[in-house]
């Protein structure tokens, strides 16, 4: 099959993950198959992570798993969604735990090898530090950043974390009651959890970042989540390795959630992924066709 083609249609089987740190989770994903009917030993395959009280279908993810020209797996990190345990706003090791052992379970039951990742949000920001501190995060070839945070105290100056910090100072906590997959939520969030939160390291990317990984960051101008110039950042730590690339995209009227551009995001993955096939990605700032000529 050519590894640049788009896939008609994949096959989904649905997968319990028996959790190694923590037995009583199981971690629940989607296994996307271009050839399902093929040994999978050797073959390459895609992850794509969720953010902040998402999960696996939530938002791009499914879209773009159906259209990857390869093999994909997403799931829902733990207290997300179908996969049990209980959320924390500032436990993105357990995040780490969970992508490593979804990893360790691809490679042992499957033989697939992980190729690219793709993460949103608090995704983006465990794919970083898993991808540049781990061995098998060090082999991987390329990495989707959408709307990752750098800075972690502008979480501070955040909408939501303003709204928080009230309920902290009366009630010592928050509630947080959110819809997921038309699920009624309710997690706790204390002064803690955010602190730790904010205090999660990514000063790594400028000098312990894979040095030949290709790496493409999405971000929104409009997004009130993130800062848009977080993703500058990223662009400058990452634009100087060699042999890797930076490509920097950045949409306009976009929020941090790609609000109504779904689509948008995926088209800009496939060409990106598309441009890295033929061997062309160069590292810089990537400004679609059909705007250019309206410059």
Same mark, same amino acid.
Request: aromatic share 10%; charged share 25%.
């Given at each position: 099959?050519?590894?640049?083609?788009?896939?008609? #249609?994949?096959?989904? #089987?649905?997968?319990?993950?028996?959790?190694?740190?923590?037995?009583?989770? #199981?971690?629940?994903?989607?296994?996307?198959? /271009?050839?399902?009917?093929?040994?999978? %030993?050797?073959?390459?395959?895609?992850?794509?992570?969720?953010?902040?009280?998402?999960? *696996?279908?939530?938002?791009?993810?499914?879209? /773009?798993?159906?259209?990857?020209?390869?093999?994909?797996?997403?799931?829902?990190?733990?207290?997300?969604?179908? #996969?049990?345990g209980v959320w924390k706003q500032g436990a993105l090791?357990?995040?780490? +735990?969970?992508?490593?052992?979804?990893?360790?379970?691809?490679?042992?039951?499957?033989? @697939?090898?992980?190729?690219?990742?793709?993460?949103?949000?608090?995704?983006?920001?465990?794919?970083?530090?898993?991808?540049?501190?781990?061995?098998?995060?060090?082999?991987?070839?390329?990495?989707?950043?959408?709307?990752?945070? @750098?800075?972690?105290? *502008?979480?501070? +100056?955040?909408?939501?974390?303003? &709204?928080?910090? +009230?309920?902290?100072?009366?009630?010592?906590? @928050?509630?947080?009651?959110?819809?997921?997959? !038309?699920?009624? &939520?309710?997690?706790? &969030?204390?002064?803690?959890?955010?602190?730790?939160?904010? !205090?999660?390291?990514?000063?790594?990317?400028?000098?312990?970042?894979?040095?030949?990984?290709?790496?493409?960051?999405?971000?929104?101008?409009?997004?009130?989540?993130?800062?848009?110039?977080?993703?500058? &950042? @990223?662009?400058?730590?990452l634009g100087a390795r060699s042999p890797g690339t930076?490509?920097?995209?950045?949409? +306009?009227?976009?929020?941090?959630?790609?609000?109504?551009?779904?689509?948008?995001?995926?088209?800009?993955? /496939?060409?990106?992924?598309?441009?890295? %096939? !033929?061997?062309?990605?160069?590292?810089?700032?990537?400004?679609?066709?059909?705007?250019?000529?309206?410059?």
């Amino acid at each position: 099959m050519d590894p640049g083609a788009r896939a008609a #249609t994949t096959t989904s #089987t649905k997968l319990f993950i028996p959790h190694p740190v923590d037995p009583s989770i #199981t971690i629940v994903g989607v296994l996307e198959q /271009l050839a399902p009917g093929e040994h999978t %030993r050797g073959r390459k395959i895609a992850l794509i992570l969720h953010g902040t009280m998402g999960h *696996k279908d939530y938002l791009f993810q499914r879209r /773009l798993a159906l259209k990857l020209p390869l093999d994909s797996f997403r799931f829902d990190f733990r207290g997300n969604h179908e #996969t049990g345990g209980v959320w924390k706003q500032g436990a993105l090791e357990e995040d780490l +735990e969970d992508l490593q052992a979804v990893v360790d379970y691809l490679k042992a039951t499957y033989g @697939y090898v992980i190729e690219l990742v793709v993460g949103h949000s608090r995704g983006a920001l465990v794919a970083f530090r898993w991808l540049a501190t781990t061995e098998d995060g060090r082999k991987v070839a390329a990495f989707v950043n959408a709307s990752g945070r @750098y800075r972690m105290a *502008k979480i501070y +100056e955040s909408p939501a974390v303003k &709204i928080w910090k +009230e309920h902290f100072v009366k009630e010592g906590h @928050y509630i947080w009651n959110v819809t997921v997959a !038309r699920k009624q &939520i309710s997690a706790k &969030i204390t002064p803690e959890d955010v602190q730790d939160f904010a !205090r999660w390291d990514t000063t790594f990317v400028w000098d312990r970042f894979p040095p030949g990984m290709d790496v493409l960051t999405l971000h929104g101008l409009a997004d009130k989540t993130v800062p848009p110039y977080d993703a500058l &950042i @990223y662009a400058e730590a990452l634009g100087a390795r060699s042999p890797g690339t930076h490509t920097l995209h950045l949409m +306009e009227d976009a929020d941090h959630n790609f609000t109504g551009r779904q689509d948008d995001v995926v088209d800009a993955v /496939l060409h990106w992924w598309d441009v890295r %096939r !033929r061997g062309e990605l160069k590292t810089g700032i990537w400004v679609p066709a059909s705007i250019k000529g309206k410059l």
